[in-house]
């Protein structure tokens, strides 16, 4: 069993930044990726950002160049800084981590408890 957990929201004023860090813990061997999913009110899930073990990132059009994600899979953490946030970006974040099972190869995404972010003045 893999858990993560996040940590780092909070309340912001618009224009503002915000650094979420997610720990992964458990029996975990290596991890294939990690990032970051929001859902907001009313809204569906989406993904944020990813990165993979080795250092490829993808990110939402609405966050590209505001916010940047970085891990250290050798220690199986992941952030995520936030600059120049928006109301828009208010919304609970939630961890991932793709870990692959030692004995079959089958992949698990894991999650963690989720974390509020709230950009308001």
């Known amino acids: 069993q893999v858990q993560l957990v996040e940590s780092g929201g909070g309340l912001v004023q618009p224009g503002g930044s915000l650094r979420l860090s997610c720990a992964a813990s458990?029996?975990?061997?290596?991890?294939?990726?990690m990032g970051w999913y929001r859902q907001a009110p009313g809204k569906q899930r989406e993904l944020v950002a990813t990165?993979?073990?080795?250092?490829?990132?993808n990110y939402a059009d609405s966050v590209k160049g505001r916010f940047t994600i970085s891990g250290d899979f050798a220690k199986n953490t992941v952030a995520l800084q936030m600059n120049s946030l928006k109301p828009e970006d208010t919304a609970t974040y939630y961890c991932?981590?793709?870990?692959?099972?030692?004995?079959?190869?089958?992949?698990?995404?894991?999650w963690g408890q989720g974390t509020q972010v709230t950009v308001s003045s």
């Open positions: 991932y981590a793709d870990v692959p099972d030692l004995y079959t190869g089958y992949e698990h995404d894991y």
């Open positions: 458990g029996s975990i061997f290596s991890i294939n990726a």
């Open positions: 990165i993979t073990n080795g250092g490829s990132t």
